[in-house]
């Protein structure tokens, strides 16, 4: 079974950089996608930034620029610089791959971002 473990969120003030982890644990699994999702109060999750099985790298729009995205073996990070009021919500990383006993998507239990003068 394979578990994931976010932290690096807390209030910053804009203009403020963050970095977002998001470790995964468990035995015999290979990841093949991961990804940062976040959810404001009274708003749809939106994906934030992922990475393909290929290694290829999305962004929403309005983070281009801003945000990172990267993995370094089995932990995936979210780099924030230039945080908005707007970036406010609570972030999610999602990873997917495959165990021993078949193919995994799970998400992180959340972290909370809250950038406020």
């Known amino acids: 079974q394979v578990q994931l473990v976010e932290s690096g969120g807390g209030l910053v003030q804009p203009g403020g950089s963050l970095r977002l982890s998001c470790a995964a644990s468990?035995?015999?699994?290979?990841?093949?996608?991961t990804g940062w999702y976040r959810q404001a109060p009274g708003k749809q999750r939106e994906l934030v930034a992922l990475i393909t099985p290929v290694g290829s790298i999305t962004y929403a729009d309005s983070v281009k620029g801003r945000f990172t995205i990267s993995r370094e073996k089995n932990t995936v990070y979210l780099q924030m610089y230039s945080l908005k009021p707007e970036d406010t919500a609570a972030y999610y990383c999602?990873?997917?791959?495959?165990?021993?006993?078949?193919?995994?998507?799970?998400w992180g239990q959340g972290t909370q971002v809250t950038v406020s003068s």
């Open positions: 468990g035995s015999a699994f290979s990841i093949y996608g």
């Open positions: 999602n990873v997917n791959g495959m165990t021993t006993t078949g193919p995994f998507n799970i």
